[in-house]
């Protein structure tokens, strides 16, 4: 643990947007964006666990500090099969406004599952329109080999 946590735990401070940069880590900065492209939508622990890829012992430590931050809060619980409840989190406020400035990431910037089947609609167009111009480049070479041929041909009959 680093002397500006111990600080922040015994004298109940929140750290700056600068000190949070410094100290959020990939894990954290996951789940942030995963609030965040939840667009004012509230994500339960498990499903933030999945998108954000975090290891299940870990989440707890991560969501904790991040609501100690007042980044996220805490809406509701939920059953999510055989008995078992989740969290459902949401960005705060601050938290918005951390992404927005500390972490220099708008929701416009990440994709949205309707943006993921645009985009493999247009890969597929892409690797289409590839196979094409392989085909035609490959069809070009043959009618240039094939003249080449005829070419040479001619001229040693004319020898």
Do not use: Y
Not at 12 to 26: A, I, K, N, S, Y
Not at 45 to 59: N, Y
Not at 84 to 91: D, F, K, N, Y
Not at 108 to 116: E, G, I, S, W
């Amino acid at each position: 643990m680093s002397n500006g946590s111990i600080t922040e735990e015994l004298d109940g401070t929140v750290p700056t947007f600068e000190e949070m940069q410094d100290r959020l880590g990939h894990p954290r900065r996951n789940i942030l964006q995963v609030l965040l492209s939840a667009d004012n939508t509230a994500v339960n622990t498990s499903e933030l666990r999945e998108h954000a890829g975090i290891p299940t012992g870990s989440m707890t430590h991560h969501m904790d500090l991040l609501e100690r931050w007042e980044l996220v809060e805490e809406i509701d619980r939920v059953h999510i099969g055989q008995g078992s409840r989740a969290i459902v989190w949401q960005l705060t406020e601050r938290g918005e406004q951390f992404c927005e400035e500390g972490l220099e990431l708008a929701a416009r910037d990440l994709a949205h599952p309707n943006d993921v089947e645009v985009l493999w609609e247009r890969i597929e167009a892409l690797e289409e329109e590839v196979e094409t111009l392989r085909t035609k480049h490959d069809n070009d070479i043959e009618d240039l080999r094939t003249r080449t041929k005829k070419a040479i041909q001619k001229l040693k009959e004319n020898l």
